[in-house]
T-cell receptor
């Protein structure tokens, strides 16, 4: 079975600095999707960034980028120029490219990011 | 924008009560999901539905049931609430195509006393 591991329960970063959140996963599949979701305090979970495993190029969304290492099964999230609004729980998730039950998301346990002014 | 709404943000129930958590999405999504979120455990899938009246068990279905009579609405039912069901419950939806994003509701924080 697939598993997703986030080894950092909590992280802290100074405003305007860069922080990297770690995620590793275990799968025997060659094709899949990876995601980072953000859950601000008392607010809805939203998608930050996605990566298709067949794409070698790392995904980027403004200040958010990933370092996808397929062979190492690693999918880290880099937040550049951190802002106070980046403070949130971040969840890494894995999805098989199947419909129905085989395509459900598998989440890591989350990393709580604090941003210091 | 996709909107997923949940009937309550906070709910307090007594042990043994029957509890209904409602979720509605407005994007005509085929798939809907119920997760439970607990500190240090992340999100765990309780049940999901890929069509009206269709449902499948997730990782932790014990003590829960679901109902999907209409495409836009997915209900989670606690037949007899217990204190170990005190948790945050998140609903999500996604389209039936291989479109991978799930859209989440704001969550319901349920306390069972």
């Amino acid at each position: 079975a697939q598993t997703v591991t986030q080894s950092q329960p909590e992280m802290s970063v100074q405003e305007a600095e860069t922080v990297t959140l770690s995620c590793t996963y275990d799968t025997s599949e060659s094709d899949y999707y990876l995601f980072w979701y953000k859950q601000p305090p008392s607010r809805q979970m939203i998608l930050v960034i996605r990566q298709e495993a067949y794409k070698q190029q790392n995904a980027t969304e403004n200040r958010f980028s990933v370092n996808f290492q397929k062979a190492a099964k690693s999918f880290s999230l880099k937040i550049s120029d951190s802002q106070l609004g980046d403070a949130a729980m971040y969840f890494c998730a894995y999805r098989r490219p199947n419909l129905g039950s085989q395509g459900n998301l598998i989440f890591g346990k989350g990393t709580k990011l604090s941003v210091k002014p | 924008d996709v909107k997923v709404t949940q009937s309550s943000r906070y709910l307090v129930k007594r042990t043994g009560e029957k509890v209904f958590l409602e979720c509605v999405q407005d994007m005509d999504h085929e798939n809907m999901f119920w997760y439970r979120q607990d500190p240090g455990l992340g999100l765990r899938l309780i049940y999901f539905s890929y069509d009206v009246k269709m449902k499948e068990k997730g990782d932790i279905p014990e003590g829960y049931s679901v109902s999907r009579e209409k495409k836009e609405r997915f209900s989670l039912i606690l037949e007899s609430a217990s204190t170990n069901q005190t948790s945050m419950y998140l609903c999500a939806s996604s389209s039936g195509a291989i479109s991978y994003e799930q859209y989440f509701g704001p969550g319901t924080r349920l306390t069972v006393t």
